[in-house]
């Protein structure tokens, strides 16, 4: 049920490549809450993924943009701010990729070219739209940017490989830039570290599907779904949380926090025949 919280509200949603994306999931929620968004996606997904579909379901402008680019960012937030009459109050950046990880390099021999792809693809990207958008003064006062990362920028999961470095760097954008575009314009910018999720991207690195289980049973709560992510991004987007800045909040049903779990303990004790 619409409670109509981000009413009168326009955004940019970067990365809704299918319906198992989170973005995917934020889109159709920010829709539903009241806000008029613009879709953006990198030019590839216009063949490998649906976002013209959800696009014309939303009545949504959709701009494609390279996001190592300066050039495309410059034209999809001058696109976005016509298209929707005006400045705006919410961004997300769902944007990551790592070449090293899908050719299954190990991390102690990765591929330098690929690796320099991947920051500038999952990370200095989220600084290159924010420079975009402080330099157009493109968000509204009280703005919200919100990016998804994930724990291992803080733990070690040796499947992560330079995903892990790339979602540090993020979390350090959004704190360092978080506190200049706060002063300049109360625009608060935060990271989710959210849950191993059953998406295109988070399904390709190697070991998925027992690590999600191992979470699930780690996790007080159990992992968290997309669809409570984009509540979650909703939130953030929302006049409710307009003093939350420069913040990586974790979304995980409590993983980041649990040492050990029962289920956990139980199933060592059956392996060890206690």
Not at 47 to 69: H, R
Request: with cysteine; glycine share 8%.
């Amino acid at each position: 049920m619409s409670n109509n919280i981000l009413k009168g509200k326009k955004g940019i949603i970067f990365g809704a490549l299918n319906e198992n994306s989170i973005a995917w999931k934020v889109a159709e929620l920010c829709h539903a809450e009241g806000a008029q968004i613009v879709l953006t996606n990198a030019p590839v997904a216009a063949k490998i993924g649906q976002t013209e579909e959800l696009a014309k379901a939303l009545n949504a402008p959709l701009i494609f943009a390279d996001v190592t680019k300066m050039e495309d960012l410059e034209n999809l937030v001058a696109g976005a701010t016509e298209a929707l009459g005006g400045p705006l109050d919410f961004v997300l950046h769902s944007v990551g990729m790592s070449l090293n990880v899908r050719k299954k390099n190990p991390y102690t021999d990765s591929n330098y070219d690929y690796m320099h792809q991947t920051l500038d693809i999952s990370a200095m990207s989220f600084h290159r739209l924010m420079q975009t958008l402080i330099k157009k003064d493109a968000m509204n006062e009280w703005g919200s940017i919100v990016a998804l990362s994930y724990i291992a920028a803080q733990r070690t999961f040796p499947d992560y490989g330079e995903m892990a470095d790339a979602k540090s760097l993020l979390e350090s954008f959004a704190r360092s830039f978080g506190y200049h575009y706060g002063k300049k314009k109360h625009v608060r910018v935060n990271t989710i570290s959210q849950s191993p999720t059953k998406t295109t991207a988070g399904s390709g690195v190697g070991g998925f599907d027992a690590f999600f289980n191992y979470a699930d049973k780690m996790s007080p709560l159990g992992n968290a779904s997309a669809d409570a992510c984009a509540e979650y991004c909703v939130s953030l987007f929302s006049d409710y949380t307009r003093m939350v800045t420069m913040q990586n909040l974790f979304h995980d049903g409590g993983f980041s926090f649990t040492g050990i779990s029962t289920d956990l303990m139980d199933g060592f004790r059956d392996a060890a025949g206690e």
